[in-house]
């Protein structure tokens, strides 16, 4: 069994420095739920939640909790451009959804919008509208809007922030802290 130390030791000094609390997760949280209930109140269509994994998990299981109306979930997974500056094509989808999204409302949960280059680029929208889906939109709870390379619309944005790196509440760093309850920011000892 490795010792947690072990774990962190192997990637560059750095420490995690709180930055959105629990509290304020949660106070938010329920703000969007609302907001999201209310704009689906009059629908009479199938609501779906579509998560991309892994980082939404944890914000999409805490998200369906704040909506007081029938909906559904699923997941996707993409695969990372990684390094790459060209992008076109890099990027795929790795996990499918599980079930039709024909005649379904349909909400992309993202845990954070930087470039916007893996929304654009693997056609999740596009692919889900070509489904029949009856609408498509995002959700994301961190925005970084000073990082954008192509525009995406966000209809729902829990918190606008500038450009940290950050970890916690599902997102992370070499795939560790996606458990922590708030969200921090990582910083690199020189
Ligand atoms: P984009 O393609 O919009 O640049 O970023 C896509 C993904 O990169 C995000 O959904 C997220 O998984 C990851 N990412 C971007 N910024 C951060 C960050 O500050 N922290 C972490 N942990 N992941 C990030
Ligand atoms: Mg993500
Ligand atoms: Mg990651």
Known sequence: MNRMSDITEALPPHR?????????????????G???????????RPLLLVGVLKGAA??????????SRPVEFDFVAISSYGKATH??????????????????DVIIVEDILDTGLTL????????????HAASVS??????????RRVPIEVRYCGFRIDNHFVVGYGMDYAEQYRNLPYIGI?????
């Open 16 to 32: 995690v420095v709180p930055f959105i609390t629990e509290e304020q997760i949660q106070h938010r949280l329920q703000q969007l």
């Open 138 to 147: 995002v959700c994301v709870l961190l925005d970084k809007p000073s990082r």
């Open 87 to 104: 992008t076109s094509g890099e990027v795929r989808i790795l996990k499918d959804l599980d079930a039709s999204v024909a005649g379904k």
């Open 34 to 44: 609302k907001q999201i209930t209310e704009d689906y109140r009059d629908v009479h």
């Open 186 to 190: 990582v910083e690199i000892s020189e």
């Open 120 to 131: 654009r680029f693997s056609y999740l929208m596009e692919n889900i509208r070509n489904r």
């Open 58 to 67: 944890i914000f999409l299981a805490d998200l369906v909790r704040s909506i």
